[in-house]
């Protein structure tokens, strides 16, 4: 996995600018966001009592790291009515699989620099 494997589904630019593209620091926030993906995704079932909080919780952490596309598709989630819950969710899980996939080449492409240095 390298940088020649993002999607776009992440800006980074919005990243790099947050944390004045200091390595260690955007690894550090992109942790936080796989850590916050893991947490909150198990909530993203319409079964769960929960789902709208894991879905804002998702939209905040994804809007923060620069993934634009997810963070627009969990803000029509927090909307739909209950018995649309089950297709919005699968649309922020997808939006979230893209996300991750480009959090996961990008963090590659910062450790292959740290070893580079």
Known sequence: MARRDLTGAVDFSV???????????????LGLFVEQAALWSALLNPKVEGWRDGVHTIRGAAAGIGAGDLAAVCAEAETVEQALAAPALERVRDALEAALADVAAYRHELMLRGLKA
């Open 15 to 29: 990243l790099e600018g947050m944390t004045g593209g200091d390595a260690a620091i955007s690894e550090e926030v």
